[in-house]
């Protein structure tokens, strides 16, 4: 089968010319930075296959000794560094110019090469550090256009970026985003966060039993949502205005939607995979549970739980759903890659996995009818939406792949470290020295507006200090009566008490 793929931006190719031999077959001393302990495995395979694949040697930058992140990056034996990256309140604030400096001096100890963050915190935090050391290349891998899209976390990467040698976006929304905070192109590239492919088998992976496991006639459409529920978002400038108020993974729009897909499709049902991420997510898993005894969809709307065979539930399925609506690539790569049809709302980087009537169906976000649309469409055609599906996993396998993946950031490191035929010098002392003059006001001024101008974050702070204000008058009160109590028994003998 032969399919017609847009043409999408890649990274800048390497330069041609010819370098030194001692400068191409030399290693690369390579530092990730991401301000989590938990997830980001994406991370550990970057660095595991730039190791493995390309003779790197690679350090990771973490936000605590130990987590599940942690564990899994000693259990590869890559190098694992922990730092502060906090820095939402006002305390964290006051003790950020001792982190940056910390990290700084980390950069220059270990002299990498290349210093690339992921993650909002991390990133601020790593690019400052990594322009004051001077570190020769200094990349942010960009997870998705959500801080873009958000005015607070906006202007402080627009105040920063330049610090950069490269912006990395991992869709193309991402890079537009970029180029209208006034990016020059030579300044980024396109790179997705590729899973490891040789997870996702099709062919030796056998489906989920979970039409038997349910009791279900073999024959029984299904439909598949498989994401985290998450709280819904507050309402402040960090949090982009389309998605303020609202659950980001679009559950309750799939809930809505199940009555027009169960009118076409009356035997039908709809599977709402994974569990609540922490007290906030299980409340409103709760609410959606809510929600579907309110529409009368308890015997078509099943929350599964927490499941380790999602692969195994991919190829059982006959739609996958990704309802975001705010994303960079949520499951949708997953899902292609097990050649499962996939419909997924047309936000940030879906767009660039499903690619609409070519490897799945785009839906308008927040619009249960246009989703059922799209769910009905698939459910309609099964040869159709097997052949969208194969195309999407040809896609998948071309473009966004671990491999991929680490194959185009190793190139990008080369091409901007080995540039106009020469290394790019970097640890200069006296780089560090007029950075660090010049960029004192500099780093003032931001932490000034972020307090001026913040007043969600400033409301925040007040109310912290409210708490800890009242708390310590409680406990001086505490500690006053516990005198009187004392001086009161000194006074007055045991033998005298009434």
Not at 56 to 72: H, I, R, Y
Not at 235 to 242: K, L, Q, R, T
Not at 380 to 405: C, I, N, Q, V, Y
């Amino acid at each position: 089968m032969t399919v017609c793929t847009p043409k999408i931006d890649r990274p800048e190719a390497a330069p041609s010319c010819v370098r030194p031999a001692a400068e191409v077959t030399r290693e690369l001393n390579v530092c990730h930075v991401a301000a989590t302990t938990e997830g980001a495995t994406w991370m550990l395979e970057q660095l595991r296959e730039l190791r493995d694949e390309h003779g790197c040697q690679v350090t990771a930058v973490v936000s605590g000794e130990t987590g599940g992140l942690v564990d899994k990056l000693r259990r590869e034996n890559i190098a694992v560094r922990s730092q502060d990256f906090r820095f939402a309140g006002l305390r964290e604030l006051l003790r950020l110019p001792r982190s940056i400096c910390s990290l700084a001096r980390l950069f220059r100890r270990e002299r990498f090469d290349v210093v690339q963050t992921h993650l909002f915190a991390s990133m601020i935090l790593g690019r400052i550090a990594a322009w004051l050391a001077d570190v020769p290349v200094r990349l942010t891998m960009v997870a998705g256009p959500f801080h873009l899209e958000a005015h607070t976390p906006r202007w402080i990467d627009a105040a920063t970026c330049w610090m950069d040698t490269t912006l990395i976006g991992s869709c193309r929304h991402t890079l537009d985003l970029y180029r209208g905070l006034g990016a020059k192109n030579n300044r980024l590239a396109l790179i997705y966060y590729g899973p490891d492919e040789r997870k996702f088998c099709p062919e030796s992976t056998p489906p989920a039993q979970i039409r038997s496991e349910f009791g279900w006639p073999v024959e029984t459409p299904l439909v598949a949502l498989i994401a985290y529920f998450y709280a819904p978002l507050p309402s402040n400038s960090w949090i982009p205005e389309s998605v303020q108020g609202r659950a980001i993974k679009g559950h309750e729009d799939l809930i809505k939607a199940a009555p027009e897909i169960l009118r076409e499709f009356p035997d039908a049902r709809i599977l709402l995979v994974g569990k609540g991420w922490e007290a906030g997510g299980a409340k409103h898993m709760d609410e959606m549970r809510q929600l579907v005894q309110e529409l009368g969809l308890q015997d078509r709307v099943v929350f599964t739980g927490f499941r380790t065979d999602v692969n195994n539930i991919l190829r059982a399925v006959d739609v996958a759903v990704q309802a975001s609506l705010n994303e960079n690539l949520g499951g949708t790569i997953e899902s292609l890659l097990m050649a499962c049809p996939t419909v997924a709302t047309r936000v940030g980087g879906l767009v660039d996995s499903v690619i609409d009537e070519q490897t799945g169906i785009l839906v308008r976000p927040a619009d249960p009818q246009d989703l059922a649309r799209g769910i009905r469409a698939l459910l309609r055609d099964p040869a159709r939406s097997k052949r969208l599906a194969h195309a999407g996993r040809d896609w998948m396998r071309e473009r966004f792949t671990l491999r991929r993946t680490v194959d185009d950031l190793h190139q990008l490191y080369r091409q901007k470290l080995f540039a106009n035929q020469r290394r790019l010098k970097g640890y200069r002392w006296y780089a560090s020295l007029w950075r660090l003059l010049i960029g004192t006001p500099l780093f003032f001024y931001l932490a000034l507006r972020l307090v001026v101008c913040d007043y969600n974050q400033i409301g925040i702070w007040r109310q912290q200090m409210r708490s800890r204000f009242f708390a310590a008058v409680c406990k001086v009160s505490t500690r006053l009566g516990s005198v009187r109590r004392c001086a009161g028994n000194l006074r007055c003998p045991a033998g005298n008490r009434k």
